[in-house]
């Protein structure tokens, strides 16, 4: 049987991200949304650390290769981005079709993964990139 520990943190990605959006919705309300992002990431940094150091993964820092901090730098930067930018869009906008817009990150990165990291993508996923896409402009609009 295939492991499905995968979908569980999947799962709880999604519900966290959901309560994210709805928070910062009202937590921003009056506060500049570069403010609040910076708030949120000092919040976000104290999680972080607390468990890698609960769980002693700090001792793994040492087999970091040059390859892997040039990558995770990369990843932070774009994550940075992100939020910086998600949270003035929510500011802006209407939580649904700010969510459906970001939401197009997952067809974005289906793309690149098949471009980038040679993953296959099958039928199903093909269709299910184009119903996301329409669902973007249905809700969007």
Do not use: C, H
Not at 68 to 86: K, M, P
Not at 90 to 113: E, M, T
Not at 132 to 141: N, S
């Amino acid at each position: 049987m295939q492991n499905f520990s995968w979908l569980f943190y999947a799962v709880g990605s999604a519900v966290f991200a959901a309560l994210t959006s709805i928070l910062a919705k009202v937590g921003i309300e009056g506060v500049n949304s570069n403010l609040a992002t910076a708030i949120r990431t000092v919040v976000v940094l104290i999680l972080a650390w607390a468990l890698v150091f609960i769980f002693g993964w700090q001792k793994q820092l040492i087999d970091l290769t040059p390859r892997n901090w040039l990558f995770l730098i990369l990843s932070g930067v774009a994550t940075g981005l992100s939020w910086l930018f998600f949270y003035r869009a929510l500011q802006l906008g209407n939580v649904a079709k700010v969510l459906s817009v970001d939401k197009l990150s997952l067809v974005l990165a289906i793309v690149f993964a098949a471009l980038f990291l040679g993953e296959k993508l099958s039928w199903q996923a093909i269709i299910g990139v184009v119903l996301i896409v329409a669902g973007t402009f249905l809700v969007a609009r």
